[in-house]
């Protein structure tokens, strides 16, 4: 039964996908139709600022890691049933491909700032990208240092624009 997770179709389409598709969606509804979402972005540009605007800022980082630990139990069972074995270290390298990701999708690396549909296309960008350079048969090495790049490019670029419109307002 868990074999569906890694490996399931419905109607042709991997059930990780409708997962993942599903669960976008909602938090994407949460983040930016909810008062939650609200909180949680004043949150990332100043904590401060918004616990004395009256915000719980505590709880809702309680809410906020509590999913956060959730949602990676969910992706640890997709990646064990994927995988048919479980090891500690199997998804060890990961966090540069997810910050990555996020980064290049338009979320601020300083926080309060980014829309989840930016991060969703920017997750399949490098899935393609990864898939893409396998196929041509680039090594792993190789790929992490594109994948660096990319990151590097993803930060230096927002942070150069900005200070082009400062010196241009001046």
Same mark, same amino acid.
């Given at each position: &039964?868990?074999?569906? *997770?890694?490996?399931?179709?419905?109607?042709?389409?991997?059930?990780?996908?409708?997962? *993942?598709?599903?669960?976008?969606?909602? *938090?994407? %509804?949460?983040?930016?139709?909810?008062?939650?979402? +609200? +909180?949680?972005?004043? #949150?990332? @540009?100043?904590?401060? /600022?918004? +616990?004395?605007?009256?915000?719980?800022?505590? !709880?809702?980082? %309680?809410?906020?890691?509590?999913?956060?630990?959730? &949602?990676? /139990?969910?992706?640890?069972?997709?990646?064990?049933?994927? &995988?048919? $074995?479980?090891?500690? @270290?199997?998804?060890?390298?990961?966090?540069?491909?997810?910050?990555? /990701?996020?980064?290049?999708?338009?979320?601020? $690396?300083?926080?309060? !700032?980014?829309?989840?549909?930016? /991060?969703?296309?920017? %997750? *399949?960008? #490098?899935?393609?990208?990864?898939?893409?350079?396998?196929?041509?048969?680039?090594?792993?090495?190789?790929?992490?240092?594109?994948?660096?790049? %990319?990151?590097?490019?993803?930060?230096?670029?927002?942070?150069? +624009?900005?200070?082009? !419109?400062?010196?241009?307002?001046?």
């Amino acid at each position: &039964m868990v074999h569906i *997770f890694g490996w399931g179709y419905v109607a042709g389409i991997p059930f990780s996908l409708i997962v *993942f598709a599903g669960l976008a969606v909602i *938090f994407g %509804l949460v983040l930016h139709k909810t008062t939650f979402g +609200r +909180r949680v972005y004043a #949150i990332g @540009n100043n904590a401060v /600022a918004s +616990r004395y605007s009256g915000i719980e800022v505590d !709880k809702i980082k %309680l809410i906020i890691f509590t999913v956060t630990g959730t &949602m990676s /139990a969910v992706a640890a069972l997709f990646l064990s049933s994927r &995988m048919g $074995s479980v090891r500690p @270290n199997v998804a060890t390298g990961y966090e540069m491909e997810v910050i990555a /990701a996020v980064v290049l999708g338009g979320v601020s $690396s300083q926080g309060g !700032k980014g829309r989840m549909i930016g /991060a969703v296309l920017a %997750l *399949f960008v #490098i899935g393609f990208l990864r898939y893409g350079l396998g196929l041509i048969n680039i090594s792993s090495q190789v790929l992490l240092i594109i994948i660096g790049l %990319l990151l590097v490019f993803a930060v230096l670029i927002p942070n150069v +624009r900005s200070k082009l !419109k400062i010196k241009v307002r001046r």
